[in-house]
């Protein structure tokens, strides 16, 4: 509580607005499905402050896909950290990809889950909306680092942290196909990492 008087919490710039509005319409909706006009009335914007910002929806996408690499990284990289450390000294040498499976669990539960924003931009642009896979391809390296992060050092450890990646992604397909799907994705997770661990 503060003596004098406190500042009212700063209000997002614009700029923010504009993609955190478009980062949760184009996860929801797709990009196909998400209107210009519609971000702009949920952002709270004008259109000229649109276009000062983003003078195409193919640049709101990539900054979209920019910010979203930042802060879901982020968070998959303290969900692995955390995870790894409850971990004791055995279960970290004999299941250290348990933390990816945790971190899974956590991301398809979540509410607003439907799966992978990079995958799912890719499928629906394609290679006609430039830069993207740029963005998702080194979204998917870093979310391999992670992952090689976990592993003793090897030189199998690449590969493994690659195929936990690649699996990783095929169970955040099948699991925004409904709940038992999401049970199904997990289960079959665990299965493949624990093979990988071996």
């Known amino acids: 509580m503060c003596d004098s008087p406190c500042p009212a919490p700063a209000r997002p710039s ?16 797709g990009i196909r499905g998400t209107g210009i006009d519609r971000i702009i009335a949920e952002a709270g914007v004008t259109k000229v402050t649109f276009y000062r910002h983003f003078p195409s929806k193919d ?10 690499h930042t802060t879901w990284t982020a968070w998959f990289r303290d969900a692995l950290h955390s995870s790894r ?10 299941a250290p990809l348990a933390p990816v499976l945790d971190a899974a669990r956590a991301w398809f539960a979540s509410a607003d889950f439907r799966g992978c924003a990079f995958a799912n931009t890719i499928a629906e642009a394609g290679p006609a909306l430039s830069g993207i896979t740029g963005i998702a391809a080194r979204h998917k390296q870093e979310v391999c680092e992670a992952i090689a992060a976990l592993l003793p050092a090897a030189d199998a450890a690449p590969a493994i942290a690659w ?11 099948n699991a925004q196909l409904s709940p038992p799907s999401a049970d199904a994705a997990l289960a079959g997770l665990g299965d493949l990492l624990r093979a990988l661990e071996r």
Request: hydrophobic fraction near 45%.
């Open 14 to 29: 614009a700029r923010d607005r504009i993609l955190h509005t478009a980062q949760a319409l184009f996860y929801q909706h």
């Open 59 to 68: 640049d709101l996408i990539r900054a979209s896909l920019e910010q979203r």
């Open 85 to 94: 450390a409850a971990q004791t000294e055995e279960e970290r040498r004999t």
């Open 163 to 173: 195929a936990a990646t690649v699996a990783l992604d095929g169970a955040a397909v």
